[in-house]
T-cell receptor, first 112, second 112 residues
Framework: NAGVTQTPKFQVLKTGQSMTLQCAQD?????MSWYRQDPGMGLRLIHY???????DQGEVPNGYNVSRSTTEDFPLRLLSAAPSQTSVYFC???????????FGPGTRLTVT | GDSVTQMEGPVTLSEEAFLTINCTYT??????LFWYVQYPGEGLQLLLK?????DKGSNKGFEATYRKETTSFHLEKGSVQVSDSAVYFC???????????FGAGTTVTVRA
């Protein structure tokens, strides 16, 4: 199993550009989520999904969109990048009633 | 709401020193508690967990005890190694809530 994979690993965007961060898992997990990691703030939940076709907002959803058309994939879209979105983004997944979440390696995004 | 407060870093230690990282929490339900570790350049990995009061989680020489009376889950290791250099996150989730609430993270550096 590859676990949770994320692409790209690094990305530089200009203000106003759009892009999609990819996340995939091969563990047939129902639950997937996106977090952003900022210094001194831990990880904060952006969006999450409890199954294909179902998504919901987390703590910091503004400026981001998600969709979940398959169990495996959960892409995060930045509609119009802003410098405040410079961060490290982590995707995670877990089985429905399990405690442990599995994290991907992260995407480091810089918006200039 | 649910929140986690953990000891500010950074923490610098010599090899074989004793490590403790304090973590306290507030939660509306009965939380499960976790310590995640992030090694340089990697994603988060679950280090240990405890799902009910007085449980002790342990892994790789690290231990933490779920103390409901003091709402704490302090991480300890008796003799650290250089390979323990990482960022450590305390986190909680409440039953039937998919979200993990993270502390700010504590950076630990162990010197040979």
């Amino acid at each position: 199993n590859a676990g949770v994979t994320q692409t790209p690993k690094f990305q530089v965007l200009k203000t106003g550009q759009s892009m999609t961060l990819q996340c995939a898992q091969d563990m047939n997990h129902e639950y997937m989520s996106w977090y952003r990691q900022d210094p001194g703030m831990g990880l904060r939940l952006i969006h999450y999904s409890v199954g294909a076709g179902i998504t919901d907002q987390g703590e910091v959803p503004n400026g981001y969109n998600v969709s979940r058309s398959t169990t495996e994939d959960f892409p995060l879209r930045l509609l119009s990048a802003a410098p405040s979105q410079t961060s490290v983004y982590f995707c995670a997944s877990k089985e429905g009633r399990a405690y442990e979440q599995y994290f991907g390696p992260g995407t480091r995004l810089t918006v200039t | 709401g649910d929140s986690v407060t953990q000891m500010e870093g950074p923490v610098t230690l010599s090899e074989e020193a004793f490590l403790t990282i304090n973590c306290t929490y507030t939660a509306t339900g009965y939380p499960s508690l976790f310590w995640y570790v992030q090694y340089p350049g990697e994603g988060l990995q679950l280090l240990l967990k405890a799902t009910k009061a007085d449980d002790k989680g342990s892994n790789k020489g690290f231990e933490a005890t779920y103390r409901k009376e003091t709402t704490s889950f302090h991480l300890e290791k008796g003799s650290v190694q250089v390979s323990d250099s990482a960022v450590y996150f305390c986190a909680l989730s409440v039953l039937n809530d998919y979200k993990l609430s993270f502390g700010a993270g504590t950076t630990v550096t162990v010197r040979a």
